[in-house]
């Protein structure tokens, strides 16, 4: 059969249509947007994995691949594959990551010191170790971004700072090589192991042979040798000690899930934790203790190549771990759900085009606590002048009567634009139909298949229509979604300000971002100079 391309792995078949696996990739290619069949081979069978991804119902010999909203590195039965999507390419995923967390970072989590002693803490080990701090280390490691960490290590392996150190030892009289004033002293004052000076000596003629009951057997001699033992050092095993400690601990966090994204992260972990092994253990730093404060006076940690670089990255290394809530960092780098990463990044491009019209946020509120640590999740708000706020799943309930009310149900939209003339809701969401499909055509949610150019699903405008007729004060509700067409249903005269639609905000497009800068900068004026504009809720609800 043409109609079908396999991909075969130690123990399975991976089955599905034509153009859906690419095999000559390195690794193969598959698609979230796609289901395939998955048999036995030689024998075996095939069980439920890949956190759900993989299916099997019971008494089938055969299972149920799709992947959904997952994007990225995967291993199926010891194969390593790469999971794409037909909404989103690789570049564009990453990118949106990458913008995702820039924005994360400026989130206040917890407390932070003074700019001028952030650095000047204790270097010991603490519980704020996440995957972006994980990504430093990986990172480093590899040569990428600001932090060369194996150019820097090869540098101070090779020609480690030194310091000279005292030594002491205890030599017979006749071993002893130099002389010093610790020397002078031993020879008059040590009580024990004299030797009686002979009259026929060479040295019976000198003033050591006054000394009282002759000379001493032994000796203690001092003299200056070079130790690598020194605070830039310790700083540097300290260091990789802490590094050590946030691959590890990602190590053992990906050992104990199940998702499509775990095993690839595992083994990179591993990877990550040999080459700072390496370093940690080689002869220059192998005995050194960790050091508990910095060493904040030192020139060669300033200066000196190598030692200046490893103290870039614990400057990098501390402040994304501090700022970063954990459980947001496994959400954003380890588990690669698009759809979720597209509601938090359309939330922070919400926040940069209102940022843009009134300028940064007076107050930015912390991610909401949860028992893992924190997520972006229900009432996070962006407060700007002008009595407008931003805010990320917001609930709207019959119980918050003359606030956020629901006259029917509780609902909880994605992203709240709050003005004093209305409100404005934009839903997020991650799929489109090809443009052929009408609102009212009866078409299968399920296909994602891309369109070159293409729309917002019709269950998705339904539901604006819910948004705008439940939720109080609501004037516009619009579809964000990763398609091609504008589409808007004004409800009266009053053109962007009231009604339903969808607008398309793709990742590096600059034309769908000047689009959506432009709308907010329409809302938000007329809001704020025209409140009777919008019309109060009716009593009947």
Same mark, same amino acid.
């Given at each position: 059969?043409?109609?079908?391309?396999?991909?075969?792995?130690?123990?399975?078949?991976?089955?599905?249509?034509?153009?859906?696996?690419?095999?000559?990739?390195?690794?193969? %290619?598959?698609?979230?947007?796609?289901?395939?069949?998955?048999?036995?081979?030689?024998?075996?069978? #095939?069980?439920?994995?890949?956190?759900?991804?993989?299916? #099997?119902?019971?008494?089938?010999?055969?299972?149920?691949?799709?992947?959904g909203n997952f994007v990225?590195?995967?291993?199926?039965?010891?194969?390593?594959?790469?999971?794409?999507?037909?909404?989103?390419?690789?570049?564009?995923?990453?990118?949106?990551?990458e913008e995702l967390v820039?924005?994360?970072?400026?989130?206040?989590?917890? +407390?932070?010191?003074?700019?001028?002693?952030?650095?000047?803490?204790?270097?010991?080990?603490?519980?704020?170790? /996440?995957?972006?701090?994980?990504?430093?280390?990986?990172?480093?490691?590899?040569?990428?971004?600001?932090?060369?960490?194996?150019?820097?290590?090869?540098?101070?392996?090779?020609?480690?700072?030194?310091?000279?150190?005292?030594? @002491?030892?205890?030599?017979?009289?006749?071993?002893? /090589?130099?002389?010093?004033?610790?020397?002078?002293?031993?020879?008059?004052?040590?009580?024990?192991? =004299?030797?009686?000076?002979?009259?026929?000596?060479?040295?019976?003629?000198?003033?050591?042979?006054?000394?009282?009951?002759?000379?001493?057997?032994?000796?203690?001699?001092?003299?200056?040798?070079?130790?690598?033992?020194?605070?830039?050092?310790?700083?540097?095993?300290?260091?990789?000690?802490?590094?050590?400690?946030?691959?590890?601990?990602?190590?053992?966090?990906?050992? =104990?899930?199940?998702?499509?994204?775990?095993?690839?992260?595992?083994?990179?972990?591993?990877?990550?934790?040999?080459?700072?092994? @390496?370093?940690?253990?080689?002869? *220059?730093?192998?005995?050194?203790?960790?050091?508990?404060?910095?060493?904040?006076?030192?020139? #060669?940690?300033?200066?000196?190549?190598?030692?200046?670089?490893?103290?870039?990255? !614990?400057? /990098?290394?501390?402040?994304?771990?501090?700022?970063?809530?954990?459980?947001?960092?496994?959400?954003?780098?380890?588990?690669? /759900?698009? +759809?979720?990463?597209?509601?938090?990044?359309?939330?922070?491009?919400?926040?940069?085009?209102?940022?843009?019209?009134?300028?940064?946020?007076?107050?930015?509120?912390?991610?909401?606590?949860?028992?893992?640590?924190?997520?972006?999740?229900?009432?996070?708000?962006?407060?700007?002048?002008?009595? *407008?706020? *931003?805010?990320?799943?917001?609930?709207?309930? =019959?119980?918050?009567?003359?606030?956020?009310?629901?006259?029917? #149900?509780?609902?909880?939209?994605?992203?709240? %634009?709050?003005?004093?003339?209305?409100?404005?809701?934009?839903?997020?969401?991650?799929?489109?139909?090809?443009?052929?499909?009408?609102?009212?055509?009866?078409?299968?949610?399920?296909?994602?298949?891309?369109?070159?150019?293409?729309?917002?699903?019709?269950?998705?405008?339904?539901?604006?229509?819910? !948004?705008?007729?439940?939720?109080?004060?609501?004037?516009?509700?619009?579809?964000?979604?990763?398609?091609?067409?504008?589409?808007? !249903?004004?409800?009266?005269?009053?053109?962007?300000?009231?009604?339903?639609?969808?607008?398309?905000l793709r990742v590096g497009?600059?034309?769908?971002?000047?689009?959506?800068?432009?709308?907010?900068?329409?809302?938000?004026?007329?809001? +704020?100079?025209?409140?009777?504009? *919008?019309?109060?809720?009716?009593?009947?609800?």
């Amino acid at each position: 059969m043409n109609d079908v391309v396999r991909l075969e792995t130690n123990h399975l078949e991976v089955v599905g249509p034509s153009g859906t696996i690419n095999r000559s990739s390195d690794p193969p %290619v598959l698609y979230a947007e796609e289901t395939y069949v998955v048999h036995p081979r030689a024998g075996g069978d #095939v069980r439920p994995g890949l956190g759900g991804t993989l299916t #099997v119902r019971p008494g089938a010999l055969e299972g149920r691949l799709r992947f959904g909203n997952f994007v990225g590195l995967a291993e199926l039965d010891g194969c390593v594959v790469r999971v794409d999507s037909r909404r989103i390419s690789v570049p564009d995923a990453d990118r949106m990551i990458e913008e995702l967390v820039a924005a994360v970072h400026g989130l206040p989590s917890r +407390a932070l010191p003074p700019t001028g002693t952030s650095f000047d803490r204790p270097l010991v080990r603490a519980d704020d170790i /996440d995957l972006l701090a994980y990504l430093v280390v990986r990172d480093a490691v590899r040569g990428h971004g600001p932090h060369d960490l194996t150019a820097a290590m090869a540098r101070i392996l090779a020609r480690p700072h030194e310091q000279l150190a005292d030594e @002491h030892t205890d030599r017979p009289i006749w071993a002893a /090589d130099r002389i010093d004033a610790h020397t002078l002293i031993e020879l008059a004052s040590r009580p024990v192991e =004299r030797i009686p000076v002979p009259l026929d000596s060479s040295l019976a003629r000198s003033p050591i042979a006054l000394l009282p009951g002759g000379v001493p057997a032994r000796v203690r001699v001092g003299r200056s040798i070079p130790t690598t033992n020194t605070l830039e050092n310790r700083f540097v095993a300290t260091v990789l000690d802490r590094c050590l400690g946030i691959v590890r601990g990602v190590f053992a966090h990906a050992a =104990r899930h199940g998702h499509p994204a775990m095993t690839a992260l595992q083994a990179e972990a591993a990877q990550v934790a040999a080459a700072l092994e @390496h370093w940690r253990f080689h002869r *220059v730093l192998e005995d050194l203790q960790p050091l508990r404060r910095l060493p904040t006076t030192s020139t #060669v940690l300033r200066g000196r190549p190598g030692y200046r670089d490893v103290l870039s990255l !614990y400057a /990098d290394l501390l402040g994304r771990t501090l700022i970063v809530p954990p459980s947001a960092s496994i959400r954003i780098v380890g588990l690669r /759900d698009i +759809a979720t990463l597209y509601e938090w990044w359309c939330y922070f491009q919400v926040v940069a085009a209102v940022s843009e019209k009134l300028g940064p946020p007076l107050h930015m509120d912390p991610a909401a606590p949860t028992w893992q640590g924190a997520e972006l999740r229900y009432g996070l708000t962006a407060q700007f002048p002008e009595n *407008v706020r *931003v805010e990320l799943n917001r609930s709207f309930s =019959r119980s918050q009567a003359g606030k956020h009310r629901s006259y029917s #149900v509780t609902l909880r939209p994605d992203i709240l %634009v709050e003005t004093p003339g209305g409100r404005h809701i934009f839903d997020a969401k991650f799929a489109f139909e090809p443009l052929q499909s009408s609102l009212g055509d009866d078409v299968d949610e399920e296909n994602d298949d891309e369109s070159l150019t293409s729309r917002a699903w019709r269950a998705h405008i339904h539901k604006m229509h819910t !948004y705008r007729d439940a939720l109080d004060q609501v004037a516009s509700v619009r579809v964000l979604y990763p398609g091609t067409t504008h589409d808007w !249903y004004p409800a009266g005269p009053h053109g962007a300000r009231q009604g339903v639609g969808s607008l398309p905000l793709r990742v590096g497009s600059a034309t769908d971002s000047s689009a959506l800068h432009s709308l907010l900068d329409e809302l938000i004026p007329s809001a +704020a100079t025209a409140p009777g504009d *919008v019309q109060p809720p009716s009593e009947d609800r």
